[in-house]
């Protein structure tokens, strides 16, 4: 083991973000393994990959190699996505912030197994200074939409206060299965993981379960079949939107985590139904504002169609937009 002291520069940074700054190319899986056996501790006791680093704390780290971690990333960076794919998904791009809309079916970040996601290609749109855009937030893998990535420290450090404090504004579409009554309303239930189903999450108050709030509102419905709904998560909790919309009885249609297979089928079969149309923040340098939206994907375009929702000129479009 050896030992390094947090810096005041490093202050507010999460432990995982530290660790690929110093070691290029180290994976998370790698990092949440180190942690998950205890061999990274921050004064003395054993750290979590999400924890937020405070000046003059005391790391111990294992011995890290960065060989085969560097080789890897490159050549993932080097073939997937194709270059060309990922600058065609970029929405906005400064010397300090950059965002993509996600496809759907494409991971922001690894985990077991799975070495092609947008963190492993964050590589080709590298800072002025050399610096490798940095995740400050997630979408699931099946979620398509707005991902936005800090390409300097300092944007880093700023994103990540804004979506800790719930500065940023975030705005989702989604088809629903049946129609929530009434049309509007506020999901407030707490969420902790669920035992026994591994990356899942339960609405249940307990020991472990952090607050969680979601705003919905129905903007046209198929009857009590389907309903295309706008989404605003007013916290940031794993799974939350669609833990909530199952919650309340009304999963998102293609959810096959929190879905409801039996009253799936046919037309109301497909891929997941969800979609970050929009996030709003102050931007963390030039305190702007910035507004960036990602237009419907094709596969919820075609749902819509199918479920005769929206129309040629929807009017739910002006309402979310």
Known sequence: MRTTEVKARDSGLRLDRWLKCRFKGLPQSRIQKLCREGRIRIDGNPAEASTRLRDGQVIQLPEIRQDHSDRQRRDVAADFPEPEWLRRSILYSDEHVIGFNKPQGVAVQGGRGRVRHLDAVAEHFLSTENERPRLVHR?????????????????????????????????????????????????????????????????????????????????????????????????????????????????????????????????????????????????????????????????MREKIQALGLGGATPEWVRIVS
């Not at 993981?193 to 472990?208: D, F, H, T, V, W």
């Not at 379960?209 to 940031?236: C, H, I, W």
């Open 139 to 299: 979408l699931d893998m099946n979620t398509s939409g707005v991902v936005v990535m800090a390409r300097t420290r300092k944007a880093a450090a700023g994103l990540a206060h804004a979506f800790r404090s719930g500065a940023v504004r975030k705005l989702y579409w989604a088809i629903l299965l049946g129609c929530p009554e009434p049309r509007c309303g506020r999901v407030e239930l707490a969420l902790q993981p669920a035992k026994g189903r591994q990356g899942s999450m339960i609405c249940l108050p307990g020991a472990e379960a952090k607050s969680a709030v979601s705003e919905f509102q129905v903007l046209e419905n198929l009857g009590d079949r389907a309903s295309l709904v706008a989404l605003s998560p007013l916290t940031g909790r794993k799974h939350q939107l669609r833990a909530h919309m199952a919650a309340i009885g009304h999963p998102v249609l293609g959810d096959r985590r929190y879905g409801d297979r039996a009253r799936e089928g046919g037309i109301l079969s497909g891929p997941l139904q969800l979609h970050a149309h929009m996030l709003a923040f102050r931007h963390p340098v030039s305190e702007t504002e910035l507004h960036l939206t990602a237009p419907l994907p094709s596969h």
